[in-house]
């Protein structure tokens, strides 16, 4: 019921054909998916490396929190995602130790993933996301 590992690192990039090729050169490795996530407004990319994942990140629409993130900060790490085995549990546990749930109840998020966030004014300045594998029976 704890955080396992760092499942992936979240990078808001401001155009995603520019992006990929970049990273796939930087990292040695193909983007092995995409993926829309109408919900947040973003189009993500994957690329692994060994057991690192990146997710790239970009803004489909103004108001989005991505689009908001790079006209604020410009294009950089905007997450880190941890993986847990239980999320309900993990956002039960934090919560009552004191952390900013911004989604008290796990949605659906990119890669097969029910996800949450930690508000980055209680995780020291970076916004954590809780990650959990959708297991399909």
């Known amino acids: 019921m704890h955080m396992q590992n760092v499942e992936h690192i979240g990078i808001a990039v401001k155009d995603l054909t520019v992006s990929i090729p970049l ?3 930087l990292l ?6 995409t993926e829309m996530v109408e919900s947040e407004k973003v189009k993500t990319a994957f690329l692994k490396q060994g057991t690192t994942k990146i997710e790239l990140l970009e803004g489909t629409d103004a108001d989005g929190v991505i689009a908001k993130f790079i006209a604020a900060k410009g294009e950089g790490i905007h997450h880190i995602a ?5 999320i309900a549990d993990e956002i039960k546990r934090l919560a009552e130790a004191g952390f900013k749930i911004l989604n008290p109840v796990a ?7 029910l996800v949450c966030f930690l508000h980055p004014k209680t995780t020291n300045g970076v916004l954590v996301e809780l990650c959990q594998t959708i297991v399909v029976e």
């Open 28 to 33: 040695n490795t193909p983007c092995y998916k």
């Open 23 to 25: 990273f796939e050169q």
């Open 82 to 86: 941890f993986e847990v085995t239980n």
């Open 107 to 113: 949605k659906k998020g990119a890669d097969n993933k």
